[in-house]
């Protein structure tokens, strides 16, 4: 039977991990098998310019803390896993999409994203969303060509009233 240490140890891991599934808006399940150590390490630094974790932890761990979570990823947890946890939704999915299309090795298995299971059709779509400065730059350009239009109409009306014209 195991120690009361290592009962301790786990069920602290296990609080812990439900902790970061908690405080998370997006969780993915990656199969990292095939990864060597410098290119796990290179991820786990990307993911940090965007305010996300990746561990690994024992399945067993993740099922208990997903029980707690009530959720259900049974059919995703063979073998090794790595777990990434975020804050925000759409930084860590482009990462981590755009180092699997790199590095074929790392495969995305299932996502938990915003309280709501999805697979990897929808995490690929999250990931072809445009970052936030794109979208505001697209947003002002929207906007810009309603205001040169109404400008060009505005000097069009003007230039009339100044010929005279009152039609």
């Not at 979570?69 to 990434?84: R, T």
């Not at 590095?103 to 990897?120: C, F, K, Q, S, W």
């Not at 929808?122 to 040169?148: C, D, K, N, W």
């Amino acid at each position: 039977m195991a120690s009361k240490r290592i009962l301790e140890q786990k069920e602290n891991t296990v609080k812990e991990i439900t902790d970061k599934i908690s405080n998370s808006k997006t969780f993915l399940l990656l199969n990292y098998q095939g990864l060597t150590v410098s290119e796990m390490a290179e991820l786990r630094s990307s993911l940090r310019e965007v305010n996300s974790d990746i561990k690994v932890y024992k399945n067993t761990l993740m099922n208990l803390a997903l029980k707690n979570k009530n959720i259900e990823l049974n059919d995703y947890m063979s073998g090794p896993n790595a777990y990434l946890f975020s804050e925000s939704i759409i930084e860590p999915i482009k990462v981590v999409s755009k180092f699997a299309k790199e590095h074929p090795a790392l495969e995305v298995r299932v996502g938990y994203i915003d309280n709501e299971m999805v697979d990897t059709k929808v995490i690929s779509q999250y990931a072809t969303i445009p970052s936030m400065e794109g979208l505001l730059t697209m947003f002002a350009g929207g906007l810009i060509e309603h205001v040169r239009n109404l400008s060009i109409g505005l000097n069009l009306y003007a230039e009339k009233l100044e010929k005279g014209g009152n039609n």
